[in-house]
């Protein structure tokens, strides 16, 4: 199991510590180093920044959001990026939720989320493949677009620029088992969320050199009640904040991993405005089970379970050096 940095999105700003920390990871033979986006920071403008700056690990995008871009546009920034890093580009994508989709984004969220997404990633790899013109006669994403106010005149084009690698890796977030299915078809690997290791979900077989990167936030610390401080934090946020009440696909995944009437309560504090108490309703089971937090040899024996599952890759949220050295020594 190859181990990877995950740096997340920006808050108020950036981090003035992210290109030194995947310089770190470098350093440590971390294989790889992630950026995400939400409404605020894009994904690939601080990938570029630190790709300029290191020269062996591989680069992610842990997500994309389909609706920040055309998937001819994604496919731009992906081939350009692989160029300038001399191919170490993988391209991870998100459809994000109906609340960022229309709210941040003001597109309709698509009403067959699959389809979109089996869209999406069908014009990406054209573009990548570069073997004809582009064409995709679809319903969320047709290329060349011929809506009732097209013009008529758009016609099929090829990238004037010849990729770096056809089979740049794509990657999918999924949460939901249709969406989990059809990523195990369409991508060359899945970026799963709230992995258990101690119950890893069910994967049909998978073709090879298949990805699977769940994200885990780590500390290396003393206290467990404590070092799980930020996992509820993140939690509480993410299942209280990050959807509708009646479509919240975070919440949706904490229920089906068997934390349903948890998952109820921390949306209804949340919502109502009492955000400490909804982070302090994520249950310290839940937020251990999804995290690698303690003193080292605590650490150490969950990794293992980590090592067992049919994780491949386990991308590492923290921002301290002493902890991604550790996990370093213990994945070695």
């Known amino acids: 199991m190859r181990l990877g940095l995950a740096l997340g999105y920006w808050g108020r700003g950036p981090s003035p510590d992210q290109v030194a920390l995947a310089r770190e990871a470098e350093r ?15 994904a690939f403008t601080p990938l570029t920044w630190i790709a300029a ?37 993988m391209l991870g994508l998100g459809l ?63 990238p004037i620029t010849h990729p770096l690698r056809p089979d740049l890796p794509v990657l999918l977030g999924a949460e939901g088992p249709k969406n989990v299915a059809q990523t195990c078809r369409i991508a060359d690997g899945w970026l799963p969320l709230y992995w258990s290791p101690t119950r890893p979900p069910q994967l049909p077989a998978l073709p090879a050199h298949f990805t699977v990167a769940p994200m885990a936030q780590a500390r290396i610390c ?11 934090a993140m939690l509480g946020f993410y299942i209280g904040g990050m959807g509708h009440a009646t479509r919240n696909f975070h919440a949706d995944l904490m229920a089906r991993m068997g934390y349903a009437q948890e998952a109820r309560r921390i949306q209804d504090l949340f919502l109502a405005g009492r955000r400490e108490e909804a982070i302090r309703a994520v249950p310290d089971r839940f937020a251990d089970e999804i995290s690698l937090v303690g003193p080292r040899q605590r650490v150490a024996e969950r990794l293992e379970l980590w090592r067992r599952s049919p994780a491949t890759d386990l991308l590492l949220l923290s921002p301290d050096r002493h902890t991604l050295r550790v996990l370093a020594e213990l994945n070695s």
């Open 28 to 42: 440590l033979g971390y294989g790889s180093v992630w950026t995400a986006e939400s409404w605020g920071s894009d």
């Open 53 to 89: 700056h290191t020269s062996r690990i591989r680069l992610g995008t842990a997500v994309a959001q389909m609706s920040a871009r055309s998937p001819t546009t994604t496919a731009m920034h992906a081939l350009t990026l692989d160029h300038l890093s001399g191919g170490r580009m």
């Open 96 to 158: 994000s939720g109906p609340q960022v989709v229309e709210g941040w984004y003001g597109r309709p969220f698509p009403r067959s989320p699959l389809a979109a997404t089996r869209e999406y990633v069908e014009v990406v790899r054209q573009v990548l493949r570069r073997e004809a013109p582009v064409e995709v006669d679809g319903r969320f994403h047709p290329v060349p677009y011929r809506g009732a106010d097209a013009t008529g005149v758009g016609k099929p084009l090829k």
């Open 222 to 232: 003393d206290d467990v009640t404590e070092g799980l401080g930020p996992v509820k």
